[in-house]
Structure formats: structure tokens, C-alpha cells
Nanobody, 121 residues
Framework: QVQLVESGGGLVQPGGSLRLSCAAS????????MGWYRQAPGKQRELVAA???????NYADSVKGRFTISRDDAKKIVYLQMNSLRPEDTAVYYC???????????????WGQGTQVTVSS
């Protein structure tokens, strides 16, 4: 079984910062791409940032220059550092990871349960 568990969400004032973490655990052979998505009330889930095994990064235009994605493969954790937060960043943030559970298994996309980020004064 593979699990992704997010942490670090909460309430922050506009202009503030938060760092989200997502830890993968279970029967993991390798982790390929990892990413963060978010879903605001009444809106579709959207990509926030993604990072490949080779450390190539991709960001939504709305967060470029404010958010930074990184990963620690030894700890099997992906991070999202969020600075200069805005009320429109309010959403549930989900991590995902493309994981192989053995040398012979197909890769599968796993999702975390989500963590709430609220930006409000």
C-alpha cells in the first residue's frame, strides 16, 4: 500500500508564507514526477507546481515567483514553499506522485487527502 500525507496547511494573512509537505510511505520502489494541485470552492482542481525526478519544475502562471516546489528523495517528501500569499490562493491543496511499487510494476499516480490553506485577514 502507498500513502501520501500532506501537512502544513492553515490560516495565514495576506502576504504571509506557508510550507506544505507531502510524505510518501509504503511499498515504494521509485518515485517519478511529483506535484501539487489545488481546488477552490466551486472551481476545478488545477495544477500549482510539478517537479520531475530530474528536478525540472513547472509552475502555474498565477504562482510563478511566489511558490517553490522541491523534493527530498531520501525522505520521500515533496515540499511547496508558498510566499506572498493572496486571498485567491485559498483552496484545498493536494499532492500527487507517480510511483512504482516494484521494478516490474507499472507506474501509478497516487493522491494525498488534501490540506486546507486559507489566506485571510
Amino acid at each position: 500500500q502507498v500513502q501520501l500525507v500532506e501537512s502544513g496547511g492553515g490560516l495565514v494573512q495576506p502576504g504571509g508564507s506557508l510550507r506544505l509537505s507531502c510524505a510518501a510511505s509504503g511499498s515504494i520502489f521509485s518515485i517519478n514526477d511529483m506535484g501539487w494541485y489545488r481546488q477552490a470552492p466551486g472551481k476545478q482542481r488545477e495544477l500549482v507546481a510539478a517537479i520531475t525526478w530530474g528536478r525540472s519544475r513547472n509552475y502555474a502562471d498565477s504562482v510563478k515567483g511566489r511558490f517553490t516546489i522541491s523534493r527530498d528523495d531520501a525522505k520521500k517528501i515533496v515540499y511547496l514553499q508558498m510566499n506572498s500569499l493572496r486571498p485567491e490562493d485559498t483552496a484545498v491543496y493536494y499532492c500527487n506522485a507517480d510511483i512504482s511499487t516494484s521494478r516490474w510494476a507499472n507506474r501509478k499516480l497516487y493522491w494525498g487527502q488534501g490540506t486546507q490553506v486559507t489566506v485571510s485577514s
